[in-house]
């Protein structure tokens, strides 16, 4: 499959004032204090071969890139932010991208791609585009795994950034009509939230077809 070409005419994958909150927010986003890595990293590294090749989409302060590092995968990490991958290069100590997910554009380079908390940003009619450009820029047999805020409708919340809130049969069916993927998991869980508190999320686990 091809992903839609970069260019005026595909649907704006990013929200702005989104964006402006995270870039008001990464040095005490980076600085809040954290328990280690997301819980269901390790489920998805299951998945691929040592030193496997993983692009992280919204790496944040960097703290899953850096386990992933630690256990000696090559991983590329990415933000669309740059004041937030700025945070995260201070933690890792190495250069972090700064790419918005409508600017991903290459070709079965990656065995993985992570995305914990991140594509749940991205406004719901360019949702397919950017699936389709992750199925592209993964090896035929790679594995994605990423996580959203369960709901029924898109939306902001009280910091005002933008949610797309998918069910669980939405964002399949959403997965689905992207692109030709074979599903390994989709889980509904309760997790912590920015805002503080907990809330119901959804962590989907597909593969591309060989």
């Not at 008001?24 to 809040?32: K, S, T, V």
């Not at 399949?172 to 997790?191: C, I, K, M, P, T």
Request: charged share 25%.
């Amino acid at each position: 499959m091809t992903a839609p070409a970069n260019n005026a005419f595909e649907p704006v994958a990013h929200d702005l004032e989104t964006l402006g909150f995270y870039a008001d927010q990464a040095r005490a986003y980076a600085e809040r204090a954290r328990d280690g890595p997301s819980q269901r990293l390790g489920a998805f590294l299951e998945h691929l071969s040592t030193a496997a090749r993983i692009l992280e989409l919204g790496c944040g302060d960097g703290r899953d890139s850096e386990a992933m590092l630690a256990l000696g995968f090559d991983v590329d990490p990415t933000d669309g932010v740059a004041l937030m991958a700025r945070q995260a290069e201070a933690r890792l100590g190495r250069p972090v991208r700064v790419m918005r997910f409508d600017e991903l554009d290459c070709t079965a380079i990656y065995d993985g791609v992570w995305a914990n908390a991140s594509l749940l940003h991205i406004p719901r009619p360019a949702f397919p585009s950017v699936v389709a450009r992750i199925y592209q820029a993964l090896k035929p047999g790679g594995v994605h795994a990423a996580s959203y805020k369960a709901g029924e409708a898109e939306g902001r919340d009280g910091l005002g950034r933008y949610f797309n809130y998918f069910s669980a049969g939405a964002l399949v069916d959403a997965y689905r009509a992207a692109a030709d993927w074979e599903f390994l998991s989709v889980e509904q869980h309760v997790g912590g939230d920015y805002e503080g508190g907990t809330r119901p999320w959804i962590t989907i686990t597909v593969r591309r077809s060989v």
